[in-house]
């Protein structure tokens, strides 16, 4: 069964920091991999999917980086604002198209 | 430009008794799913779709039960809540990976459950 681990749990940074988020999964036998945001009381927004097949992806301030092989993927936000403030989930995709998800990272920024 | 789109938002049950939530989507997506999230534990998949008419076990199925007459919707249901069933339940929905693109779940507001 697919293991999701996120590391940390939580984080707090000034605004105006990168950071960089952590996702390790134990099966690496993925199609995909996903980074989710999700605000309080609200459901996920999907930020980023990385194919198998790819190393990483970028979005705006956002790049997502994937290394199959030793089962980790990583999510950098650059010059972070407070509007970034959310818990952020990453999820393996098996090729039956189950989603694992991780427990979250939970980022404050601090103005 | 609803999206998955989940009713009710807040319910409180009595133990024992049955509910149905409803899922809605309008992006004409093949797949659905639905899953509880817990403080600790992430979201774990509960039951899943991946046509009309068809439906299958997640990772924790039990409790639960679903049906897919509709495309669009994705129906979850509870036969006798009990408290461990308390919860926050998102329902998600893609496309088929047949279309070649990238395909994001997305998700709904989520419905938050209490039962007493």
């Known amino acids: 069964k697919q293991e999701v681990t996120q590391i940390p749990a939580a984080l707090s940074v000034p605004e105006g920091e990168n950071l960089v988020l952590n996702c390790s999964f134990t099966d690496s036998a993925i199609y995909n991999l996903q980074w989710f945001r999700q605000d309080p009381g609200k459901g996920l927004t999907s930020l980023l999917l990385?194919?198998?097949?790819?190393r990483e992806q970028t979005s705006g301030r956002l790049n997502a980086s994937l290394d199959k092989s030793s089962g980790r993927s990583t999510l950098y936000i650059a010059a972070s604002q407070p509007g970034d403030s959310a818990t952020y989930l990453c999820a393996a995709v098996n090729t039956g198209n189950q989603f694992y998800f991780g427990t979250g990272t939970s980022l404050t920024v601090i103005p | 430009n609803a999206g998955v789109t989940q009713t009710p938002k807040f319910r409180v049950l009595k133990t024992g008794q049955s509910m149905t939530l409803l899922c809605a989507q309008d992006m004409n997506h093949e797949y659905m799913y639905w899953y509880r999230q817990d403080p600790g534990m992430g979201l774990r998949l509960i039951h899943y779709?991946?046509?009309?008419?068809?439906?299958a076990k997640g990772e924790v199925p039990d409790g639960y039960n679903v049906s897919r007459l509709k495309k669009q919707n994705f129906l979850l249901g509870l036969e006798s809540a009990a408290p461990s069933q308390t919860s926050v339940y998102f329902c998600?929905?893609?496309?088929?990976?047949?279309?070649?693109?990238?395909?994001?779940?997305?998700f709904g507001d989520g419905t938050r459950l209490s039962i007493l």
């Open positions: 990385i194919q198998s097949s790819q």
């Open positions: 998600a929905s893609s496309a088929h990976r047949g279309t070649g693109r990238n395909q994001p779940q997305h």
């Open positions: 779709s991946v046509g009309e008419g068809t439906t």
